[in-house]
């Protein structure tokens, strides 16, 4: 069965980093695309980022740009979101994503995408 699983989120501070990971089972991740996206209360799903199983197409919306990096470990069946300078507009519960085939869209769209996590939170705040 496949499965995404999200970690790593939590509570910090402004300014403060965070690493988030995808853990893939089920699938051998080399051969799909990762999107993480992030829902804040009362608002719609937002494309955070995205990156084609090979690594080589990688996006980020323009309001991450610069601060977060995602990366993947095909060996671990692992993608990353290290996220640093976060700010509290950055709170929201984080989700990653899987299509299979080579996707990442500059408008990481949530409808491309087949296969979801279960979110973890994220909070900024002092």
């Known amino acids: 069965q496949l499965q995404l699983v999200e970690s790593g989120g939590g509570l910090v501070q402004p300014g403060g980093s965070l690493r988030l990971s995808c853990a893939a089972s089920?699938?051998?991740?080399?051969?799909?695309?990762i999107g993480w996206f992030r829902q804040a209360p009362g608002k719609g799903r937002e494309g955070v980022s995205c990156i084609s199983g090979t690594g080589d197409l990688i996006n980020y919306a323009d309001s991450v740009k610069g601060r977060f990096t995602v990366s993947r470990d095909n060996a671990r069946n692992t993608v990353y979101l290290q996220m640093n300078g976060l700010k509290p507009e950055d709170t929201a519960v984080y989700y990653c994503a899987a299509v299979a085939g080579y996707y990442c869209s500059s408008g990481i769209d949530s409808y491309e995408y087949n296969y979801w996590g279960q979110g973890t939170q994220v909070t900024v705040s002092s």
């Open positions: 089920g699938f051998v991740l080399d051969y799909f695309s």
